[in-house]
């Protein structure tokens, strides 16, 4: 079974919604910069993760950490709290948008198409470094 693991250093970024902009007679759609951005670091480490081996072609599995930082407001006593996971991080960026985002950034590095995660695990929890670790492998 292969399993391809990297990690995203750096405060995670969600998935922004596409762009328009008008050129002439046509709509053009564009990704927001701070998105493509992202998705470059992403596809950076991934690289960097698989090598020179060719994208996976079977059914997978994704596992997606999201680390945020705490709050710099919060008092200390709060701090030990999320750190010690008895808080959540309810807030933006959501999951979701996270994961959408490294999932496209590794289409045709990591595997051929997103479409062939069918299964993922995704944790957003505070941590002391920020970050996002990425875990695929292949469907048993």
Known sequence: MIQIMF?????PHGKGR????????????YTDAKTASYEDQVRFYALQAIGSSKPLETALEAA???RLPVPKSYPKKRVAACLGGL??????PD???????VCDAMNS????DD???????????????AGVDVLIKEKE
Do not use: L
Not at 95 to 101: C, I
């Open 64 to 66: 997606i950490y999201i």
């Open 95 to 101: 999951w979701d948008n996270v994961a959408k985002s």
């Open 109 to 112: 590095i990591v595997f051929v």
């Open 18 to 29: 596409p762009r328009f902009a008008r050129r002439g007679n046509f709509v053009k759609t």
């Open 87 to 92: 808080e959540w991080p309810c807030k933006k």
């Open 115 to 129: 479409s062939q995660i069918v299964e993922c695990h995704v944790r957003k929890v505070y941590a002391e470094t």
């Open 7 to 11: 990690t995203i250093p750096g405060p």
